[in-house]
């Protein structure tokens, strides 16, 4: 299976939006409703921010929020802040068997 | 508290072998489906394998007929052998649950290096 397509960068000005997008294919992001977004700190284990395309977990601030349309996904950051500044990698479960990520997004507050 | 350690990381030449484990608590393990992923800079984050709660597994292509993946529901501890190793194979490795088809639990990596 191949990586999802990911922007490597984006920025920001606190208080902005910034949607980052995830493209896939029919046999992963197109096929289920199994994407998930994960934000990831220097030298931290990555942290589930979305599942299921569009689900928020508990504890998660609603400023994250998950969509989809055919093959790609979309994670937005609402009002940003500079505790968002981090990596943001998106994945997806594939057919058959397997998961794959996206290359991952280093999103900069300015 | 939940949280999930890995550990067992290290230095090994090239077709050596290492043994990852990882100890998990804070929630029901047995019950729970498991995974490594490792991740590497130029590469980005793997899924690598998986064993479910039912004991069923899956490997990604890249370690499939290497690595062999296992689980000890009485020491709520997952672990990773790993044979043949390769350069290719240096990464930090993490242990993870997943839920909802999502890794909801992360633990702490452990660093692998493969080098002459």
């Known amino acids: 299976q191949s990586a999802l397509t990911q922007p490597a960068s984006l920025s920001g000005s606190p208080g902005q939006s910034i949607t980052i997008s995830c493209t896939g294919t029919?046999?992963?992001?197109?096929?289920?409703?199994?994407v998930s977004w994960f934000q990831q700190h220097p030298g931290k284990a990555p942290k589930l921010m979305i599942y299921e395309d569009t689900q928020r977990p508990s504890g998660v601030s609603n400023r994250f929020s998950g969509s989809k349309s055919g093959n790609t996904a979309s994670l937005t950051i609402s009002g940003l802040q500079a505790e968002d500044e981090a990596d943001y990698f998106c994945c997806s479960f594939a057919y058959p068997f397997a998961w794959v990520f996206g290359g991952g997004t280093k999103v900069t507050v300015l | 508290e939940v949280y999930m350690v890995a550990s067992g990381g290290g230095l090994v030449q090239p077709g050596g072998s290492l043994r990852l484990s990882c100890a998990a608590s804070g929630f029901t393990f047995s019950g729970s489906h498991l995974n490594w992923v490792r991740q590497t800079p130029g590469k980005g984050l793997e899924w690598i394998s998986y064993i479910g709660s039912g004991f069923n597994i899956h490997y990604s292509d890249s370690v499939k007929g290497r690595f062999t993946i296992s689980r000890d529901n009485a020491r709520n501890s997952l672990y990773l052998e790993m044979n043949s190793l390769r350069t290719e194979d240096s990464a930090v490795y993490y242990c993870?649950?997943?839920?909802?088809?999502?890794?909801?639990?992360w633990g702490q990596g452990t660093v692998v290096t493969v080098s002459p």
């Open positions: 993870a649950a997943d839920r909802d088809w999502a890794f909801i639990i």
């Open positions: 029919s046999s992963d992001v197109g096929s289920f409703n199994r």
